[in-house]
């Protein structure tokens, strides 16, 4: 089955700096990659996607690269805020027509200092 | 409350009893999922529904049980063989041909 790493499992950053989450995966059928934040007490949510036909996508402050070839991609959060503070979770997945089930990383708890 | 509601938000269990946590959606959606969040483990995958009157166990589903009589419900029930039910539960939904999940705002489960 498919396994997921992120890295770092803690990111510390000043307010103001740029955050990369790394992720990569090991079923090189995946095809879609979702990024979702969880603020404290809060349900996950998706940010961002992007899909294996693309290599990067940009809304606003957040972007998402992929590498296909090299089975990662990252997540970069530009000009952090204290309110990107959260946990962050990447997801690989497969499939479509409802068999999309996602693999989750274990998450990055993203703290930006004011 | 995005469509999707969970609930109690907060459920006490005593040791060697069952617990149902109720999630419904008004989303229209066909596929339902339940989810285990522990600190630094992620998001572990229980049970999924694809259409009603059926589901698959997912990667930790021993101790746990569901059904999905209605498009709209998928129940969890955490039977008295989950050793160590303590933990944060998440239910998703999705439709089919979409990608993505919409969660549920999470059921804290506490065994006393």
């Known amino acids: 089955g498919e396994n997921v790493e992120q890295h770092p499992s803690t990111l510390s950053v000043q307010e103001g700096d740029s955050a990369v989450i790394k992720c990569t995966y090991s079923d090189s059928a995946s095809n879609y990659f979702p990024w979702y934040k969880q603020e404290l007490g809060k349900r996950p949510q998706l940010i961002i996607d992007?899909?294996?036909?693309?290599g990067e996508k940009k809304d606003q402050r957040i972007a998402v690269t992929l590498n296909k070839t090299a089975k990662h991609f990252s997540l970069h959060i530009t000009e952090t805020q204290p309110e990107d503070s959260a946990v962050y979770f990447c997801a690989a997945s497969k499939g479509s027509g409802g068999s999309y089930i996602p693999t989750f990383g274990r998450g990055t708890s993203l703290i930006v200092h004011p | 409350d995005g469509g999707i509601t969970q609930s109690p938000k907060y459920l006490f269990r005593k040791e060697g009893q069952n617990v149902t946590l109720s999630c419904e959606q008004n989303?229209?959606?066909?596929?339902m999922y339940w989810y285990r969040q522990d600190p630094g483990q992620g998001l572990r995958l229980i049970y999924y529904?694809?259409?009603?009157?059926?589901?698959q166990k997912g990667d930790i589903a021993e101790g746990y049980s569901v059904s999905r009589e209605k498009k709209e419900s998928f129940p969890l029930t955490v039977t008295s063989a989950q050793k160590n039910p303590t933990a944060f539960y998440l239910c998703a939904s999705s439709i089919e041909s979409a990608l993505g999940y919409t969660f549920g705002s999470g059921t804290r489960l506490t065994v006393v």
């Open positions: 992007i899909r294996s036909n693309v």
């Open positions: 989303l229209n959606h066909d596929a």
């Open positions: 529904s694809q259409i009603v009157n059926d589901f």
